[in-house]
């Protein structure tokens, strides 16, 4: 059994948004990777990005969309983007989002300009 502690946790940053890894292969999980997520107010991913595995993105506070003609999520709602379904994060409130985020291990982003990228937050 692996504990990761909040406040060990890794973190990395994009702009407008953090990651804090909760579990990963580097931290002990195999078979699945997991990560809060804090949207910045005003957030709009312009640019879509895929992945070839089924993603679950977990709403803990905030409104966001998670694909570009999504529906509006809020606290307590859920949703699954299934493998090579684009993403495009917004958040539409106006406070800091956050967001429960849970893949399988090894998967690989496509971002929009065709680049392919194994995110350190998965591995």
């Not at 990005?49 to 809020?74: A, I, Q, W």
């Amino acid at each position: 059994m692996q504990i990761i502690r909040a406040t060990d946790a890794p973190k990395f940053q994009l702009p407008g948004v953090e990651f804090t890894v909760l579990a990963a292969p580097s931290s002990g999980s195999a078979g699945l990777c997991t990560w809060r997520l804090s949207v910045d107010v005003g957030v709009d991913n312009e640019e879509p990005h895929t992945v070839d595995r089924d993603e679950v993105f977990m709403v803990l506070s905030g409104t966001v969309r998670v694909t570009k003609d999504g529906d509006k999520l809020g606290p307590g709602d859920a949703i699954v983007v299934l493998a090579g379904e684009p993403i495009q994060l917004a958040n539409l409130g106006e406070t800091k989002a956050e967001l429960y985020v849970a893949v399988t291990a090894g998967f690989t982003g496509t971002m929009a300009d065709g680049s392919t990228v194994q995110p350190p937050w998965a591995q």
